[in-house]
């Protein structure tokens, strides 16, 4: 007997936190709205990454996260971020910790 399931896919936009590297913009980090695979992409709950401890490479930061003492802007609940050069998928250990981190 099949069940419906109900809520949010594991792999839904919802659920997708990335770090985008941008040609004007810089790095930022957030939820995925819309613009997989484009180079225009909406962010919600977005931070700007200034400066990072923790982690050598965007691919680290995706991965484990940064450093409380990183320098990352305050969030903002909506952003459209144009000319994006990557796109990486973040794990939820580092999603919890580039959250965490305050500008000092």
């Known amino acids: 007997m099949a069940t419906k399931q109900t809520g949010k896919t594991k792999n839904s936009k919802a659920d997708r936190w990335v770090v985008l590297r941008c040609y004007y913009a810089g790095v930022h980090f957030g939820r995925l709205v819309s613009g997989d ?12 990454l200034w400066n990072w401890a ?8 995706a991965t484990a996260g940064i450093d409380p003492s990183s320098k990352v802007s305050c969030e903002v609940s909506r952003i459209t971020i144009h000319e ?3 796109q990486i ?7 919890t910790r580039v959250r965490a981190a305050r500008w000092p």
Not at 89 to 95: D, F, K, N, Y
């Open 89 to 95: 998928e973040c794990t939820p250990e580092a999603v």
């Open 37 to 48: 695979g484009e180079r225009t992409v909406v962010l919600a709950d977005a931070r700007r």
């Open 54 to 61: 923790g982690a050598k490479t965007l691919s680290e930061v």
């Open 84 to 86: 994006v050069h990557e």
